[in-house]
């Protein structure tokens, strides 16, 4: 199991990194190419930050990035390329399956709030 306060740090230094990216409403700019690829070069130094490809609802490659939270479970943000409206999502059936493995591997999340249970 991962290390609870580095699961914490992992995500407050992930938003801190969107702020300083794309302002306080980063929300509003997490869409479009250069977005996507410094999102994924953040994830590369940043191994506990997972990110899984899909398609926006123009099938232009988008993707969805996985921020493990010790006290919530697991953010997904939806990052798409070529839309603003960031509610829906494709995913082919790698994607899926690749969707499906990261998911079980970020079980870890959850482990504590099983042992409470």
């Known amino acids: 199991m991962e290390n609870l306060n580095s699961v914490r740090e992992a995500?407050?230094?992930?938003?801190?990194?969107?702020?300083?990216?794309?302002?306080?409403?980063?929300?509003?700019?997490?869409?479009?190419?250069?977005?996507?690829c410094k999102i994924e070069e953040y994830a590369k130094n940043?191994?506990?930050?997972?990110?899984?490809?899909?398609?926006?609802?123009?099938?232009?490659?988008s993707i969805l990035v996985l921020i493990p939270h010790p006290t919530r479970g697991i953010t997904?943000?939806?990052?798409?390329?070529?839309t603003e409206i960031q509610n829906t999502f494709f995913l082919y059936y790698r994607s899926y399956e690749k969707f499906i493995k990261?998911?079980?591997?970020?079980?870890?999340?959850?482990e504590e709030k099983k042992d409470e249970n």
């Open 102 to 110: 990261t998911l079980n591997e970020m079980k870890y999340v959850y």
């Open 11 to 36: 995500s407050q230094k992930f938003e801190k990194f969107l702020i300083e990216m794309l302002g306080e409403n980063y929300n509003s700019y997490l869409f479009r190419y250069k977005a996507i």
């Open 46 to 61: 940043n191994p506990e930050i997972k990110v899984v490809h899909c398609d926006d609802d123009v099938f232009a490659s």
């Open 76 to 82: 997904v943000k939806f990052i798409p390329q070529c």
